[in-house]
Structures are given as structure tokens and as C-alpha cells.
């Protein structure tokens, strides 16, 4: 993903998303380059423009978007300047002048980054086809291996469209630790199998890459962090936040697949389609018989 990709939050749709970031690189264009007054006019318009864009991106996008594309540091030193720098001398106002302007032209390619990686993200995103995502258990716990599992059938009946397994990183991370670290053989194996095809798969980029030579209409894509992530501290709440995320971008609906019930239960209560697989528990085990007490010896 590019550096500067800003995700959607749920609610926004990738495309009002995108005219709201056309609308705000316009703004500070004009201001960049047409201003005119001194350099605390400047300035105030320059602050004028900030509250504004906060308004009209708080909802749309995250705490940690806002802060990179508006409430940069650049911003706290201009709003501390703001009421502070008011020498008319000529020294003064080009030094605030240069800074505003500096502020201005960063915010504007900013936005313009931000503009140009959600449209390659739509376009991207905007083939026909289901979305799914597959968590950690799938791999570990399906009776078939990746390159033999039948993707489509992780998906309820009924699709018939292409069908594009997202891969987030969150799950790469916790195969990779897996695979050295799981009490069961079977499951390092299959963390380590699942690795190397996934490092097959994305040789070349993230994607999407045709799952297997014979069914051309089954891709799969490596999704990565955005760029100042701070991850959640239980995995389970990361993935569902991490599919929110691709289904805000991707515009539809994103299955999640798992065997756990616990990731299941959160995917759920946050509004997520799910498909929960389940696998034969066995018999009942029965139970072992309590060893008796042993009995005081008479005195």
C-alpha cells in the first residue's frame, strides 16, 4: 500500500472518501498559491483551512490519518506562532511567510498522495468477485493444506463469482511465530507450509496472484499495515479491525473464516459476515475412575 493511503472508517464509503480528499487538496491549493495579505493572514487562513478539514474528516477517517495529512507538527508550531509572531518588519515576515508556505505546499502533496493512492486502491479493489479473509485457524486447523484446500468452498453456497483471499499481515506474523513455537508438530508444519506458499504467491509484490495454476479464477493478496498502525493488543480484535478496514476500501461485503469460536464471536458483534467452519470433536472421553482415599491405619 502506498505511504500515504488513508482507510475509510466504517460508515464511508471508499468513494465519498475521495471526494472529500478532492475537495480538501483543492482548498489548500487556492490557500498555497493564491493567498494574498501579510504572512499572519497567512497564517490565520492557513488555521482557518485546518479547523475545517478537521470537521470535515474526523468521521471519515482515523485519529492517526487526520494527524498525518492535517494536525501535523508543523501545525502545533503555527498554531503557537499564531497571536506570538506579529513583527510588520520585513525579516519577520518572510520568516512566517516561508514557514506557512512550507506547511501549506507539504499539506497539499499530502493530499494529493492520499487522493492518488485511494483511487489505485478503488480501481484495485473494484473487480467483481467475493471477498474473504481466512484467520490463522484455517490454515492450521482445516483437514486439507493450503495447496490443497478448496477455497471456494470456505465461502456459503451460492457464489459463483471470483473469489479473492486477503491475507493480513497480522496472520502472516502469527503463522511466522507459529512455526517455531507451536506445542503441536502438526501445526508448525502447517505454519511453516503455509509460508512457503504464501512466499511463492508474493515473490513478485503483495498481488493479486492466481492460488493455484488451475483455478485462475481464485487470487489471493497480501494486505499490509498502513503506514503509523498501532496494532491492537489481543490478535482476535486486530484481524476484525484489519477486515473492517479492507471491507471500508474494498466497498463490500468481506467474509471472515475461522474455526474459533472466540474470533468468531467478535467478528460478529462487530458487524462482519462470518463463516464459522467447525470439525468433528470425537466421542465423549470417558471418565477415569478417582483413585480412593487411602484409609487410616488402625491404631
Do not use: C
Request: glycine fraction near 8%; proline fraction near 8%; hydrophobic fraction near 40%.
Amino acid at each position: 500500500m502506498d505511504d500515504m493511503l488513508v482507510n475509510p472508517r466504517p460508515g464511508t464509503t471508499p468513494e465519498q472518501l475521495q471526494k472529500i480528499l478532492q475537495e480538501q487538496h483543492g482548498a489548500v491549493s487556492g490557500l498555497s498559491t493564491g493567498h494574498q495579505g501579510s504572512a499572519q493572514d497567512k497564517l490565520g487562513a492557513y488555521l482557518e483551512w485546518t479547523a475545517n478539514a478537521v470537521r470535515q474528516l474526523a468521521r471519515p477517517i482515523s485519529p492517526a490519518d487526520l494527524d498525518r495529512l492535517v494536525l501535523t507538527p508543523g501545525y502545533g508550531r503555527l498554531l503557537a506562532a499564531f497571536g506570538t509572531v506579529t513583527g510588520t518588519d520585513n525579516a519577520t515576515q518572510r520568516a512566517l511567510n516561508d514557514l506557512v508556505s512550507l506547511e501549506l505546499q507539504l499539506r497539499e502533496n499530502d493530499f494529493e498522495t492520499a487522493r492518488r493512492a485511494l483511487d489505485v486502491q478503488i480501481a484495485r479493489w473494484s473487480r467483481d468477485g467475493a471477498f474473504m479473509v481466512a484467520d490463522t485457524s484455517v490454515y492450521i486447523e482445516h483437514k486439507h493444506k493450503l495447496e490443497e484446500l478448496d477455497v471456494a468452498a470456505l465461502l456459503p453456497p451460492g457464489n459463483f463469482q471470483p473469489i479473492h483471499l486477503l491475507v493480513p499481515i497480522v496472520v502472516v506474523d502469527e503463522l511466522n511465530g507459529l512455526k517455531d513455537k507451536a506445542p503441536r508438530p502438526l501445526a508448525k508444519w502447517r505454519a511453516g507450509h503455509t509460508l512457503g506458499v504464501f512466499d511463492k504467491l508474493f515473490a513478485n509484490g503483495t498481488g493479486p496472484a492466481a492460488l493455484m495454476p488451475s483455478h485462475f479464477e481464485i487470487s489471493a493478496e497480501m494486505v499490509f499495515d498502513p503506514p503509523g498502525h498501532v496494532r491492537l493488543p489481543i490478535n482476535d480484535d486486530e484481524l476484525v479491525d484489519r477486515t473492517l478496514a479492507i471491507q471500508a476500501l474494498a466497498g463490500r461485503p468481506v467474509t471472515l473464516v475461522t474455526f474459533d469460536t472466540n474470533q468468531s464471536t467478535r467478528a460478529r458483534a462487530a458487524g462482519l459476515t462470518v463463516n464459522k467452519l467447525t470439525k468433528p470433536i470425537g466421542d465423549e472421553p470417558s471418565e477415569k475412575a478417582r483413585p480412593r482415599r487411602a484409609q487410616p491405619t488402625p491404631q
